[in-house]
Antibody, heavy 119, light 113 residues
């Protein structure tokens, strides 16, 4: 069965960087794009970007261009999302989500990683 | 970018009664192949989102048949035929046709009476 298991909660100071991992299992990792979506406390869903695990190619939302880097390690079927120059309004739960094979969108989601930015 | 706008449910829904949530996009979601990439997600309290419906009306694996999707172009609807207690949560529509970016509606909260 498809599983996406994310790394644990992080607390960071403003200006720092955070790197969240997403370990995939139960399917062919390089066959599906991986999306990253975040959700601020009590708020809705915000798409950050996606990575092609086969080629490493990325598409980022304009809002995060220059601050976000998505990478992958195919040997351990893990995707990463690094966000730099953190601000307090980056406090959110960050999700990875697999691309749907038959539609433009997502199917399986990770459990989420809470990133708290506080001085 | 496409803006997705969802309706709100005016009051809690009675167990066993139907519920309907609307979603409207600022532009047509039909792509050049004639496909419409509109999905519905459910987020139960404290849980990650879960895919319910993709391409307007296709139920994802394991989704009960009381959930159904309909619509075309810019107007879409998620219907729950008989609401159950486990359906409490927030429902989001999501478009992937005009990409990037993927965009989400603001969410619609379903409460049970």
């Amino acid at each position: 069965q498809v599983q996406l298991v994310q790394s644990g909660a992080e607390v960071k100071k403003p200006g720092a960087s955070v790197k969240v991992s997403c370990k995939a299992s139960g399917y062919t990792f390089i066959g599906y794009y991986m999306h990253w979506v975040r959700q601020a406390p009590g708020q809705g869903l915000e798409w950050m970007g996606r990575i092609n695990p086969n080629s490493g190619g990325t598409d980022y939302a304009q809002k995060f261009q220059g601050r976000v880097t998505m990478t992958r390690d195919t040997s351990i079927t893990t995707a990463y999302m690094e966000l730099s120059s953190l601000r307090s309004d980056d406090t959110a739960v960050y999700y990875c989500a697999r691309d749907h094979p038959d539609a433009e969108g997502t199917d399986y989601w990770g459990q989420g990683t809470l990133v708290t930015v506080s001085s | 970018d496409i803006v997705m706008t969802q309706s709100t449910l005016s009051s809690p829904v009675t167990l066993g009664q139907p519920a309907s949530i609307s979603c409207r996009s600022s532009q047509s979601l039909v792509d050049s192949d004639g496909n419409t990439h509109l999905s519905w997600l459910q987020q139960r309290p404290g849980q990650p989102p879960r895919l319910l419906i993709y391409k307007i009306s296709n139920r994802f694996s394991g989704v009960p048949d009381r959930f159904s999707g309909s619509g075309a172009g810019t107007d879409f609807t998620l219907k729950i035929s008989r609401v159950e207690a486990e359906d409490v949560g927030v429902y989001y529509c999501m478009q992937g046709t005009q990409f990037p970016p993927v965009s989400f509606g603001q969410g619609t909260k379903l409460e049970i009476k």
